[in-house]
C-alpha cells in the first residue's frame, strides 16, 4: 500500500511539473513573437526615417529602439541586442579601422533570417511589390540570403541558434553553382541542368555557366550576370548580389509573393573589401588539409595483396579519415552553418518518414553505405532495354540477369531471417550464381572474342573497344571461383573472408570495364548495322549457350559487382558475432567498401576527362581521353586549377591558363569567355618526370607559389596563388608518376587457384557448347506465347549441418558423453558446449557445468524447433537455442545461463 501511495505521489508530481513547463513555453512563445512585432515595427519605422529624411521619424525610430514590456521580459537587458548604428548622411564619419580588425567584422557579422510560418507562407509575404531595401553594404547580403531561404535555395537558419551565417558562409555556400541553379528551377521547372555534387572546379564552373544561361531563360541579360571568377574567388560580390537581387524583381518571383530586393547604388563595400583575400585564405587551407585518401594509401610501396595501397589498407585510412571527419568542427569552416541546417532539415524528414515495426517502435536506420554509385547510374540507363532470347522471348536487362543466374526469379535470401540457415543460404547462392557468371563471361572470350579475332573482320582497335579488359575479369572469375568452391567443399568449417581477401584487389578491373562500357555498346551498334556482322553475331549467339546477344552479355558484369556488396551483407547477417569468421568478413565489408568509393572515383574521373575532351578547341593528337590510365596498384589522382604556366624555351613569357592534372598529362588550356577552353600545350607525365620546388620560378600579380617540372623538352614553371595548392598539385603529380612505375615494374594483382585437393582432377573453366533452354519469366514484357522448353534446375549440395558450428567455440563435435565431464573438468560454473552424437549424426546434446558438476540435457528436435525438456520454448536452430539461454536459466533444476564457451574458458 505505502509503494502503491508513493507511486501516485510520483506521477501527481511529475504532472504538476509537466503542466508548469508546459505553461513556462507558452509564456516565452508569447513574449517572442511581442518582441518580434516590436522588432518588425522598428525596422519599417527606421526605413520610413531614411527614405523620407524626416527629423521626427528619425526621433520616432530612436524610441521604438526602446524595448517594450514584453520585450523586456523576453530579453533581459544584459542579453539585450543593441540599436542599430545609424546609418546615412547624419552618421558621423568612422575610423577606417585596421586588416585584422576589418576580417574580424566580416567573419563574425551574422545573419537572421524570419522564420516561415506553419501554413508554409513566410510572415513578411504582405506585399510583394514592396522592395526589400538593401539599405548599407551589410543589409544588402542579408536582404538577397532572406530572398534565397524564403524561396527555398537556402536552409533555414534557426534565429536563437548561437552561430549565424555570413557572407563568407553565403559565398562558399553558392560558389559550386548548385544552390543557384536550385532557386532558377524553384522559381521556374527545369529551367537548370547541372552537377549535384561537384568536386573539380571545372564542374563548378559549367553550374555556374549553367546558371547565367537559365537566367536569360527567365529574361536577365549579360549586363545583369556576374562571371564565374566574380563569385569563386570573391572579387566582386557586389556584382553577384545585383544578379540575385535582378532575379528577385522577376514576375516568376514576385508571383510567390516574394518581395524584390533592391542593391543601393553606392553600399558600403569596406564588409566587400577584404572577401577575395579571406576566400583565398580558406582555400589554401582546404588544399593543405585535404590529403585524398586513395593518395595516402598509396604513397608507400604495395607490399603483397593486403599491404600499403590495397583495398584493405584503403579501407583503414577511410576509416581514421571519416572518423576525424566527424570530430571536425562544420560550423567553423565556410558554409558550415548552412550545411549544419540543411543536414537537420534532412534528419527532420527522414524522422517524419520512418517506419515503424510490428509492434510499433521506430525501426532504427542503418548507417548509409558507401554504393558502387557510378555503376549503378550506369545500369539504370540499360535498365528498361528490351532484348529478345534465340526462343523469341523478350526481356529487360533485370529480367536477364535473374534468367541467367537463376533460369527465372532471384530467391527470396534477401529477406530470409537472421538465422544459421540464412548464411548456409547465402554462401549457396555466391556459389550457384558465381558459375554462371564464370559461363557468361567464358561465353564472351571462347565463343565471340575468339570468333571476331579468327576471322579478322574486326580490327583489333575495334576488338578492343568492343571486349575491353573482360578477358581479365574472366581470369579473376576463374580464381574467385575456384576459392569459393574450395570452402564449399570443406567439411571442417567454411571461411569466406579468406576468399575475399585474396580476390578483392583484382576487383580493381571493374573500374576500367564500367568506364569503357558505353563505348563497347556503340561500337557493338555500329558493326551490328554491317548485315555480315550481324549474322556472325547471331552465329556465336547460336554457340554461345547462354541465348542472348552479346550487348546483353557484356552488361551482366555491371549487374553482377553490384549483387557482391548485397551477398556479403547476407552471409554476415547469418554469421553469429562468437564465428571465427566475423572479423574477416566484416573487415572485407570495409574492403568492399573501398572498391566502390575506388570504382566511383574513377568513373567520375573519367566522365570529367570525357566532358574536358568535349569543351576544348584547338587540340591536336592523340585523343585526350588517351591520357588517362587505369593503374592497378594505386590510383591516379585528377585535378583542375588556374595556373600560370611557362612552357620551356619561352624566356620571359608567363600566363594565366586552366590546367587540368590526368594520369598520363597536363593539358594547359586558356579560358574563352562564355565557357570552353582552347588548348595551348601538353606536358606528358612519363616514369622518369621529375618535380622541383626548390629552384626559383617566375611569377606574375597573384600567382607567387611556383615549382617546376623537368621534361624531355626542357623546365616547365607552374605557379599557384597558394601554397596550399602548390602542395596539392606536387603530392598529385608525384603520385601518378609513382602510379606509372608501379604499372611498368609490377606484375598486376592475380588470384592463386588453390591446388586440388587429393583425388581430385583440376578443374578449367566450363565452355558452353550447346544453347541452354530457358524458362521465360511471367511478366508482361515477355512474348505471350508460352515455351515448352523444359525447366533447367539448378541442383544444389547442401552441407552437413554441423558444419556451421566447426568455428563455434561451444562445438564439441562428435564428442562421447564420457568425456564430457573432462572437458568442463576445473572451469566455471556456467561454462558450456554442445556435442553432436558420433552414432546418430543431427542430434545434439547440452553439457553445462553448474555447481562444479556437469548437467547433460538433450536437445530434442521437434516439428517447431529445438527445445529442451518440458519448457515449451521452441528455438529454429541451435545458434538461436544458444543465444537465448545465454540470457536466461538453462532450467529450474539447473539455475544457470550459459555463460562461458568451454574453449574460451
Same mark, same amino acid.
Given at each position: 500500500?505505502?509503494?502503491?501511495?508513493?507511486?501516485?505521489?510520483?506521477?501527481?508530481?511529475?504532472?504538476?511539473?509537466?503542466?508548469?513547463?508546459?505553461?513556462?513555453?507558452?509564456?516565452?512563445?508569447?513574449?517572442?513573437?511581442?518582441?518580434?512585432?516590436?522588432?518588425?515595427?522598428?525596422?519599417?519605422?527606421?526605413?520610413?526615417?531614411?527614405?523620407?529624411?524626416?527629423?521626427?521619424?528619425?526621433?520616432?525610430? *530612436?524610441?521604438?529602439?526602446?524595448?517594450?514590456?514584453?520585450?523586456?521580459?523576453?530579453?533581459?537587458?544584459?542579453?539585450?541586442?543593441?540599436?542599430?548604428?545609424?546609418?546615412?548622411?547624419?552618421?558621423?564619419?568612422?575610423?577606417?579601422?585596421?586588416?585584422?580588425?576589418?576580417?574580424?567584422?566580416?567573419?563574425?557579422?551574422?545573419?537572421?533570417?524570419?522564420?516561415?510560418?506553419?501554413?508554409?507562407?513566410?510572415?513578411?509575404?504582405?506585399?510583394?511589390?514592396?522592395?526589400?531595401?538593401? @539599405?548599407? @553594404?551589410?543589409?544588402?547580403?542579408?536582404?538577397?540570403?532572406?530572398?534565397?531561404?524564403?524561396?527555398?535555395?537556402?536552409?533555414?537558419?534557426?534565429?536563437?541558434?548561437?552561430?549565424?551565417?555570413?557572407?563568407?558562409?553565403?559565398?562558399?555556400?553558392?560558389?559550386?553553382?548548385?544552390?543557384?541553379?536550385?532557386?532558377?528551377?524553384?522559381?521556374?521547372?527545369?529551367?537548370?541542368?547541372?552537377?549535384?555534387?561537384?568536386?573539380?572546379?571545372?564542374?563548378?564552373?559549367? #553550374?555556374?555557366?549553367?546558371?547565367?544561361?537559365?537566367?536569360?531563360?527567365?529574361?536577365?541579360?549579360?549586363?545583369?550576370?556576374?562571371?564565374?571568377?566574380? &563569385?569563386?574567388?570573391?572579387?566582386?560580390?557586389?556584382?553577384? &548580389?545585383?544578379?540575385?537581387?535582378?532575379?528577385?524583381?522577376?514576375?516568376?518571383?514576385?508571383?510567390?509573393?516574394?518581395?524584390?530586393?533592391?542593391?543601393?547604388?553606392?553600399?558600403?563595400?569596406?564588409?566587400?573589401?577584404?572577401?577575395? #583575400?579571406?576566400?583565398?585564405?580558406?582555400?589554401?587551407?582546404?588544399?593543405?588539409?585535404?590529403?585524398?585518401?586513395?593518395?595516402?594509401?598509396?604513397?608507400? =610501396?604495395?607490399?603483397?595483396?593486403? @599491404?600499403?595501397?590495397?583495398?584493405?589498407?584503403?579501407? !583503414?585510412?577511410?576509416?581514421?579519415?571519416?572518423?576525424?571527419?566527424?570530430?571536425?568542427?562544420?560550423?567553423?569552416?565556410?558554409?558550415?552553418?548552412?550545411?549544419?541546417?540543411?543536414?537537420?532539415?534532412?534528419?527532420?524528414?527522414?524522422?517524419?518518414?520512418?517506419?515503424?515495426?510490428?509492434?510499433?517502435?521506430?525501426?532504427?536506420?542503418?548507417?548509409?553505405?558507401?554504393?558502387?554509385?557510378?555503376?549503378?547510374?550506369?545500369?539504370?540507363?540499360?535498365?528498361?532495354?528490351?532484348?529478345?532470347?534465340?526462343?523469341?522471348?523478350?526481356?529487360?536487362?533485370?529480367?536477364?540477369?535473374?534468367?541467367?543466374?537463376?533460369?527465372?526469379?532471384?530467391?527470396?535470401?534477401?529477406?530470409?531471417? =537472421?538465422?544459421?540457415?540464412?548464411?548456409?543460404?547465402?554462401?549457396?547462392? &555466391?556459389?550457384?550464381?558465381?558459375? !554462371?557468371?564464370?559461363?557468361? +563471361?567464358?561465353?564472351?572470350?571462347?565463343?565471340?572474342?575468339?570468333?571476331?579475332?579468327?576471322?579478322?573482320?574486326?580490327?583489333? *582497335?575495334?576488338?578492343?573497344?568492343?571486349?575491353? #579488359?573482360?578477358?581479365?575479369?574472366?581470369?579473376?572469375?576463374?580464381?574467385?571461383?575456384?576459392?569459393?568452391?574450395?570452402?564449399?567443399?570443406?567439411?571442417?568449417?567454411?571461411?569466406?573472408?579468406?576468399?575475399?581477401?585474396?580476390?578483392?584487389?583484382?576487383?580493381?578491373?571493374?573500374?576500367?570495364?564500367?568506364?569503357?562500357?558505353?563505348?563497347?555498346?556503340?561500337?557493338?551498334?555500329?558493326?551490328?548495322?554491317?548485315?555480315?556482322?550481324?549474322?556472325?553475331?547471331?552465329?556465336?549467339?547460336?554457340?554461345?549457350?547462354?541465348?542472348?546477344?552479346?550487348?546483353?552479355?557484356?552488361?551482366?558484369?555491371?549487374?553482377?559487382?553490384?549483387?557482391?556488396?548485397?551477398? +556479403?551483407?547476407?552471409?554476415?547477417?547469418?554469421?553469429?558475432?562468437?564465428?571465427?569468421?566475423?572479423?574477416?568478413?566484416?573487415?572485407?565489408?570495409?574492403?568492399?567498401?573501398?572498391?566502390?568509393?575506388?570504382?566511383?572515383?574513377?568513373?567520375?574521373?573519367?566522365?570529367?576527362?570525357?566532358?574536358?575532351?568535349?569543351?576544348?578547341?584547338?587540340?591536336?593528337?592523340?585523343?585526350?581521353?588517351?591520357?588517362?590510365?587505369?593503374?592497378?596498384?594505386?590510383?591516379?589522382?585528377?585535378?583542375?586549377?588556374?595556373?600560370?604556366?611557362?612552357?620551356?624555351?619561352?624566356?620571359?613569357?608567363?600566363?594565366?591558363?586552366?590546367?587540368?592534372?590526368? %594520369?598520363?598529362?597536363?593539358?594547359?588550356?586558356?579560358?574563352?569567355?562564355?565557357?570552353?577552353?582552347?588548348?595551348?600545350?601538353?606536358?606528358?607525365?612519363?616514369?622518369?618526370?621529375?618535380?622541383?620546388?626548390?629552384?626559383?620560378?617566375?611569377?606574375?600579380?597573384?600567382?607567387?607559389? @611556383?615549382?617546376?617540372?623537368?621534361?624531355?623538352?626542357?623546365?616547365?614553371?607552374?605557379?599557384?596563388?597558394?601554397?596550399?595548392?602548390?602542395?596539392?598539385?606536387?603530392?598529385?603529380?608525384?603520385? !601518378?608518376?609513382?602510379?606509372?612505375?608501379?604499372?611498368?615494374?609490377?606484375?598486376?594483382?592475380?588470384?592463386?587457384?588453390?591446388?586440388?585437393?587429393?583425388?581430385?582432377?583440376?578443374?578449367?573453366?566450363?565452355?558452353?557448347?550447346?544453347?541452354?533452354?530457358?524458362?521465360?519469366?511471367?511478366?508482361?514484357?515477355?512474348?505471350?506465347?508460352?515455351?515448352?522448353?523444359?525447366?533447367?534446375?539448378?541442383?544444389?549440395?547442401?552441407?552437413?549441418?554441423?558444419?556451421?558450428?566447426?568455428?563455434?567455440?561451444?562445438?564439441?563435435?562428435?564428442?562421447?558423453?564420457?568425456?564430457?565431464?573432462?572437458?568442463?573438468?576445473?572451469?566455471?560454473?556456467?561454462?558450456?558446449?554442445?556435442?553432436?552424437?558420433?552414432?546418430? %549424426?543431427?542430434?545434439?546434446?547440452?553439457?553445462?557445468?553448474?555447481?562444479?558438476?556437469?548437467?547433460?540435457?538433450?536437445?530434442?528436435?521437434?516439428?517447431?524447433?529445438?527445445?529442451?525438456?518440458?519448457?515449451?520454448?521452441?528455438?529454429?536452430?541451435?545458434?538461436?537455442?544458444?543465444?537465448?539461454?545465454?540470457?536466461?536459466?538453462?532450467?529450474?533444476?539447473?539455475?544457470?545461463?550459459?555463460?562461458? %564457451?568451454?574453449?574460451?574458458?
Amino acid at each position: 500500500f505505502a509503494y502503491s501511495t508513493c507511486n501516485m505521489a510520483d506521477k501527481a508530481e511529475k504532472k504538476r511539473l509537466a503542466e508548469e513547463k508546459k505553461k513556462q513555453k507558452q509564456l516565452e512563445k508569447e513574449q517572442k513573437k511581442a518582441a518580434k512585432v516590436a522588432a518588425k515595427e522598428r525596422k519599417k519605422s527606421e526605413q520610413l526615417a531614411k527614405k523620407r529624411g524626416s527629423k521626427d521619424l528619425l526621433e520616432e525610430a *530612436e524610441h521604438a529602439q526602446k524595448p517594450s514590456e514584453p520585450e523586456k521580459q523576453a530579453q533581459p537587458s544584459a542579453a539585450a541586442t543593441p540599436p542599430p548604428e545609424p546609418t546615412g548622411a547624419d552618421e558621423p564619419a568612422a575610423k577606417k579601422p585596421d586588416e585584422a580588425t576589418a576580417n574580424k567584422e566580416i567573419k563574425d557579422t551574422p545573419i537572421t533570417e524570419s522564420k516561415p510560418s506553419p501554413d508554409g507562407k513566410d510572415e513578411q509575404k504582405d506585399d510583394p511589390k514592396e522592395e526589400q531595401d538593401g @539599405g548599407t @553594404g551589410d543589409d544588402a547580403w542579408k536582404a538577397v540570403a532572406e530572398w534565397l531561404t524564403h524561396l527555398g535555395a537556402l536552409p533555414f537558419i534557426d534565429e536563437e541558434q548561437e552561430k549565424q551565417p555570413t557572407l563568407l558562409d553565403l559565398l562558399f555556400f553558392l560558389k559550386d553553382g548548385t544552390v543557384l541553379c536550385d532557386a532558377l528551377n524553384l522559381l521556374q521547372p527545369d529551367t537548370c541542368s547541372y552537377h549535384a555534387s561537384p568536386t573539380t572546379k571545372f564542374r563548378k564552373q559549367q #553550374n555556374i555557366e549553367e546558371f547565367r544561361r537559365g537566367c536569360k531563360k527567365l529574361g536577365l541579360v549579360d549586363e545583369d550576370l556576374f562571371l564565374f571568377d566574380q &563569385l569563386f574567388l570573391g572579387s566582386d560580390v557586389i556584382t553577384v &548580389l545585383r544578379t540575385l537581387a535582378a532575379l528577385s524583381k522577376l514576375e516568376v518571383s514576385t508571383e510567390k509573393g516574394l518581395k524584390p530586393v533592391t542593391i543601393p547604388e553606392n553600399p558600403e563595400t569596406e564588409l566587400y573589401n577584404n572577401m577575395e #583575400n579571406l576566400m583565398e585564405e580558406f582555400e589554401d587551407n582546404k588544399a593543405e588539409d585535404a590529403d585524398e585518401v586513395y593518395m595516402l594509401a598509396s604513397v608507400e =610501396q604495395a607490399s603483397g595483396p593486403i @599491404g600499403a595501397g590495397s583495398l584493405y589498407e584503403i579501407a !583503414n585510412q577511410s576509416k581514421l579519415y571519416e572518423s576525424n571527419k566527424k570530430k571536425e568542427d562544420l560550423s567553423a569552416t565556410p558554409g558550415g552553418v548552412y550545411l549544419m541546417a540543411k543536414k537537420k532539415q534532412r534528419e527532420k524528414t527522414v524522422k517524419a518518414k520512418k517506419k515503424k515495426d510490428i509492434y510499433g517502435d521506430d525501426i532504427i536506420e542503418e548507417e548509409e553505405e558507401v554504393r558502387f554509385h557510378g555503376i549503378e547510374k550506369l545500369a539504370a540507363q540499360q535498365r528498361e532495354e528490351k532484348v529478345k532470347d534465340l526462343q523469341g522471348g523478350t526481356y529487360t536487362e533485370d529480367m536477364v540477369y535473374a534468367q541467367i543466374m537463376y533460369q527465372g526469379e532471384e530467391p527470396s535470401v534477401y529477406l530470409a531471417s =537472421q538465422t544459421s540457415s540464412h548464411r548456409n543460404n547465402a554462401l549457396l547462392e &555466391l556459389f550457384e550464381t558465381e558459375k !554462371n557468371y564464370l559461363k557468361v +563471361l567464358t561465353a564472351i572470350c571462347d565463343v565471340y572474342y575468339k570468333r571476331l579475332a579468327e576471322q579478322k573482320k574486326v580490327s583489333e *582497335e575495334d576488338q578492343k573497344i568492343l571486349f575491353s #579488359n573482360v578477358s581479365e575479369l574472366r581470369e579473376t572469375h576463374d580464381g574467385f571461383l575456384a576459392l569459393v568452391e574450395r570452402q564449399m567443399s570443406s567439411t571442417t568449417g567454411r571461411m569466406v573472408s579468406g576468399v575475399f581477401r585474396k580476390s578483392l584487389e583484382c576487383f580493381r578491373a571493374y573500374a576500367e570495364y564500367c568506364c569503357l562500357l558505353p563505348s563497347a555498346f556503340n561500337k557493338y551498334e555500329e558493326l551490328l548495322a554491317q548485315p555480315e556482322m550481324k549474322k556472325l553475331f547471331e552465329e556465336c549467339q547460336e554457340e554461345s549457350g547462354q541465348g542472348f546477344p552479346l550487348r546483353t552479355l557484356l552488361n551482366v558484369p555491371l549487374q553482377r559487382v553490384l549483387k557482391y556488396p548485397l551477398l +556479403l551483407k547476407e552471409i554476415i547477417k547469418g554469421t553469429p558475432d562468437e564465428h571465427e569468421d566475423k572479423d574477416g568478413l566484416l573487415e572485407a565489408q570495409d574492403a568492399i567498401q573501398a572498391l566502390a568509393r575506388l570504382v566511383n572515383e574513377t568513373m567520375r574521373d573519367y566522365e570529367n576527362v570525357q566532358a574536358v575532351a568535349q569543351c576544348i578547341t584547338g587540340y591536336e593528337g592523340p585523343s585526350i581521353e588517351s591520357l588517362y590510365a587505369f593503374h592497378k596498384h594505386r590510383p591516379a589522382v585528377c585535378l583542375d586549377e588556374e595556373l600560370a604556366f611557362k612552357g620551356p624555351g619561352e624566356k620571359d613569357k608567363i600566363g594565366k591558363r586552366h590546367c587540368f592534372l590526368l %594520369p598520363k598529362g597536363i593539358l594547359i588550356c586558356q579560358s574563352v569567355k562564355g565557357g570552353g577552353y582552347l588548348f595551348k600545350d601538353l606536358v606528358h607525365i612519363k616514369i622518369d618526370t621529375e618535380t622541383d620546388e626548390s629552384t626559383p620560378t617566375a611569377t606574375t600579380g597573384k600567382f607567387k607559389h @611556383g615549382f617546376s617540372i623537368k621534361t624531355e623538352n626542357g623546365l616547365c614553371q607552374l605557379v599557384s596563388r597558394s601554397e596550399g595548392t602548390k602542395s596539392q598539385w606536387l603530392k598529385a603529380l608525384r603520385n !601518378n608518376v609513382a602510379a606509372i612505375a608501379d604499372s611498368k615494374n609490377k606484375p598486376p594483382p592475380k588470384i592463386i587457384k588453390p591446388e586440388p585437393l587429393p583425388g581430385q582432377a583440376p578443374k578449367s573453366p566450363e565452355s558452353p557448347t550447346k544453347p541452354v533452354e530457358r524458362r521465360r519469366p511471367s511478366t508482361d514484357a515477355v512474348s505471350p506465347s508460352p515455351s515448352s522448353s523444359p525447366t533447367k534446375v539448378i541442383k544444389i549440395n547442401t552441407a552437413k549441418e554441423s558444419d556451421q558450428f566447426q568455428y563455434m567455440k561451444w562445438f564439441a563435435g562428435s564428442l562421447d558423453k564420457n568425456k564430457v565431464d573432462a572437458a568442463l573438468a576445473g572451469k566455471p560454473d556456467g561454462t558450456y558446449l554442445i556435442r553432436e552424437s558420433a552414432s546418430r %549424426p543431427g542430434s545434439y546434446t547440452l553439457g553445462v557445468l553448474y555447481n562444479s558438476k556437469v548437467a547433460q540435457l538433450p536437445l530434442l528436435r521437434k516439428q517447431e524447433g529445438y527445445t529442451i525438456g518440458t519448457t515449451g520454448r521452441f528455438f529454429e536452430t541451435i545458434i538461436d537455442f544458444v543465444d537465448f539461454y545465454s540470457k536466461h536459466n538453462v532450467a529450474d533444476n539447473v539455475p544457470t545461463m550459459l555463460l562461458t %564457451p568451454y574453449k574460451s574458458a
